[in-house]
């Protein structure tokens, strides 16, 4: 005689997921399951609660149980799921590029806070290292502006056309495959220079989160050095120009000391740190007048 076979219901397939992350040592369980379960069924999460004695199809079964794997696995929600949420935009997500994450808001609210208080007109923004494309999209859906924005990955710099061709920036926006450290880029003719760079010291690579260390781009994290190649380039090259020029750049937890060394060593004297929403020193920015 065969078994019969278990339906489940929106309601149970949750709460036994959840407990199945909370015993996997994933955070927000319940969240994770819930978001995860909108990507298998492709619907919002409202539709969850109004739908939670529905019963799950076989292949939307097979679909979720495979996404519950990968997530047990330590595969970010975003890899899985292939989107994410910046800034209120929705973008593309895959391996070639890093995750856009919440405190990088910050270098778009000081983007468009500047581009504002200086009265720039279609201002012209270099950004270094786009990855996703996040901020240059997320500026450039706000204020009219011309990005050439560049990346070191050609697969990253695919992704940022699509986020871009996505959030209907792309008449703003320049992405090109260039690597910042060994190709020339000069920062003249820019009025802002913006960068979240990879900052990560090689020696810290192994103390993140499996979700970082394991999925995310190398490449997109760190230097594979002391964290610092990518600030030491730019003050190098900012200090060049013969026009004036403002250079935003994210920074670590913990590094501001570090960055600020540097900064003086380049005989910087115009900075300041700006921080972000948990008070840590998050934007660098840089004025050369
Ligand atoms: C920290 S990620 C930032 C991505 C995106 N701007 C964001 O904020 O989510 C750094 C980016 O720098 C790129 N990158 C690494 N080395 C580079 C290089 N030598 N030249 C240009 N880009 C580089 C990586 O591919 C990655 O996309």
């Given at each position: 005689m065969s078994e019969a076979v278990k339906i489940w219901k929106?309601?149970d397939i949750?709460k036994v997921t959840?407990?199945l992350?909370?015993?996997?040592?994933?955070?927000?369980?319940?969240?994770?399951?819930?978001?995860?379960?909108?990507?298998?069924?492709?619907?919002?999460?409202?539709?969850?609660?109004?739908?939670?004695?529905?019963p799950l199809n076989e292949t939307e079964l097979a679909v979720y149980r495979s996404?519950v794997k990968?997530?047990?696995?330590?595969?970010?929600?975003?890899?899985?799921?292939?989107?994410?949420?910046?800034?209120?935009?929705?973008?593309?997500?895959?391996?070639?590029?890093?995750?856009?994450?919440?405190?990088?808001?910050?270098?778009?609210?000081?983007?468009?806070?500047?581009?504002?208080?200086?009265?720039?007109?279609?201002?012209?923004?270099?950004?270094?290292?786009?990855?996703?494309?996040?901020?240059?999209?997320?500026?450039?859906?706000?204020?009219?502006?011309?990005?050439?924005?560049?990346?070191?990955?050609?697969?990253?710099?695919?992704?940022?056309?699509?986020?871009?061709?996505?959030?209907?920036?792309?008449?703003?926006?320049?992405?090109?495959?260039?690597?910042?450290?060994?190709?020339?880029?000069?920062?003249?003719?820019?009025?802002?220079?913006?960068?979240?760079?990879?900052?990560?010291?090689?020696?810290?690579?192994?103390?993140?989160?499996?979700?970082?260390?394991?999925?995310?781009?190398?490449?997109?994290?760190?230097?594979?050095?002391?964290?610092?190649?990518?600030?030491?380039?730019?003050?190098?090259?900012?200090?060049?120009?013969?026009?004036?020029?403002?250079?935003?750049?994210?920074?670590?937890?913990?590094?501001?000391?570090?960055?600020?060394?540097?900064?003086?060593?380049?005989?910087?004297?115009?900075?300041?740190?700006?921080?972000?929403?948990?008070?840590?020193?998050?934007?660098?920015?840089?004025?050369?007048?």
């Amino acid at each position: 005689m065969s078994e019969a076979v278990k339906i489940w219901k929106i309601l149970d397939i949750l709460k036994v997921t959840e407990e199945l992350f909370a015993k996997n040592n994933i955070s927000k369980p319940r969240l994770n399951a819930e978001l995860l379960l909108c990507g298998a069924l492709k619907t919002k999460r409202i539709n969850l609660y109004l739908d939670f004695e529905k019963p799950l199809n076989e292949t939307e079964l097979a679909v979720y149980r495979s996404m519950v794997k990968r997530r047990i696995n330590r595969e970010p929600l975003q890899y899985i799921l292939g989107e994410a949420e910046f800034y209120g935009l929705k973008f593309f997500i895959n391996r070639s590029v890093l995750i856009p994450r919440q405190e990088t808001e910050l270098l778009v609210d000081k983007t468009l806070e500047i581009i504002s208080t200086q009265r720039l007109e279609n201002p012209k923004i270099l950004d270094i290292g786009t990855g996703s494309g996040c901020i240059s999209i997320a500026a450039a859906s706000r204020v009219l502006c011309s990005i050439r924005a560049i990346d070191i990955s050609r697969e990253a710099v695919k992704t940022a056309q699509a986020n871009s061709d996505l959030n209907n920036t792309s008449s703003r926006i320049e992405f090109i495959q260039k690597d910042f450290i060994n190709d020339n880029e000069s920062f003249n003719g820019y009025n802002l220079v913006i960068s979240n760079p990879p900052y990560i010291a090689e020696f810290e690579i192994n103390t993140l989160e499996p979700e970082v260390k394991d999925y995310e781009p190398k490449s997109a994290l760190s230097d594979n050095s002391d964290g610092l190649s990518f600030y030491r380039k730019i003050f190098e090259t900012a200090i060049q120009t013969i026009e004036p020029l403002t250079v935003l750049l994210e920074t670590g937890d913990g590094k501001k000391e570090k960055v600020e060394e540097l900064v003086q060593q380049y005989g910087i004297k115009n900075y300041t740190f700006h921080k972000d929403l948990l008070n840590i020193e998050r934007v660098l920015e840089i004025n050369i007048i």
